[in-house]
C-alpha cells in the first residue's frame, strides 16, 4: 500500500516537473525567436548603412553617369553588398531577408528603389509587397536614411503620397526629414503595410 502511494506521488512529482520545464521551454524559445528577430534587424541596418555610406562616397561619379544606368555590376565589384544577396540585373539585388532594391541614376540622381517584402505580382497581376515589414521599414528610415538629411534629396513612399526632403531644400514649403518624429515615420511606414497588397516602394533619390 506505502509502496503504491509512493508511485503515486512520484508520477505527480513527475508531471509537474514536465510541466515546469513545457512552460521554461516556451518561454525560451520565445525569447530564443525575439533575440534571432533583433539579431536579423541589427544586421540587416548595418548591411544598408554600409551600402548606402559605399554609395554615397560615389556619388559623384554616379552622378555623371547616363539617364538609367544601373549600378548593380559597380556596386559588386566594390563589394558594397554581401555576398548572400542575390543580383536579380543591372539595376537589382535581393537582400538576405528577401527585401528587393534597386540602384540606379536619373536625372543626375542617384536613385535607390527598394521594396521591403519584395516584389511579386497579386492575384489581380499587379505589384504587391506582401510581406512588408514596418518595423524594418521604421528603423532603416531612423538609422540609415535621416541621418543622411544633409545629402538626401528626397525620400518617399509609393502609393502613399508620403515624402521627406533633405535640407536642400526650403523646410518652410516642404516636410524636411530631419523635422519629422519617430513617430511619423513610424506612421507613414504602417501606411505602408495596409497598402502593401498593391505594392509599397521606398524611394530615395541623392
Known amino acids: 500500500m506505502y509502496k503504491s502511494l509512493e508511485q503515486g506521488r512520484s508520477m505527480i512529482e513527475m508531471l509537474g516537473v514536465l510541466a515546469i520545464i513545457a512552460v521554461l521551454s516556451v518561454g525560451g524559445i520565445a525569447g530564443y525567436s525575439k533575440a534571432m528577430e533583433k539579431w536579423k534587424m541589427n544586421k540587416a541596418i548595418?548591411?544598408?548603412?554600409?551600402?548606402?555610406?559605399?554609395?554615397?562616397?560615389?556619388i559623384?561619379?554616379?552622378?555623371?553617369?547616363?539617364?538609367?544606368?544601373?549600378l548593380a555590376s559597380l556596386v559588386e565589384a566594390r563589394s558594397l553588398v554581401p555576398k548572400t544577396w542575390k543580383k536579380t540585373a543591372e539595376r537589382g539585388?535581393?537582400?538576405?531577408?528577401?527585401?528587393?532594391?534597386a540602384i540606379f541614376t536619373r536625372r543626375n540622381r542617384l536613385v535607390i528603389d527598394m521594396y521591403l517584402g519584395g516584389f511579386?505580382?497579386?492575384d489581380e497581376g499587379k505589384g504587391a509587397s506582401l510581406s512588408f515589414s514596418?518595423?524594418?521599414?521604421s528603423e532603416l528610415m531612423q538609422n540609415v536614411v535621416t541621418p543622411l538629411a544633409s545629402v538626401l534629396y528626397e525620400a518617399w513612399f509609393t502609393n502613399s503620397g508620403i515624402a521627406y526632403y533633405g535640407d536642400a531644400v526650403d523646410c518652410r514649403y516642404h516636410t524636411c526629414i530631419r523635422n519629422v518624429s519617430f513617430s511619423d515615420i513610424k506612421e507613414a511606414c504602417n501606411y505602408c503595410k495596409k497598402e502593401s497588397e498593391k505594392y509599397c516602394g521606398l524611394i530615395f533619390e541623392f
Not at 539585388?93 to 532594391?101: H, K, L, M, Q
Open 120 to 122: 511579386s505580382l497579386n
Open 60 to 70: 559623384d561619379e554616379f552622378r555623371r553617369l547616363p539617364n538609367g544606368t544601373g
Open 46 to 58: 548595418e548591411e544598408y548603412s554600409y551600402l548606402f555610406s559605399g554609395l554615397l562616397e560615389n
Open 93 to 101: 539585388f535581393y537582400d538576405s531577408n528577401g527585401n528587393y532594391i
Open 134 to 137: 514596418p518595423k524594418f521599414c
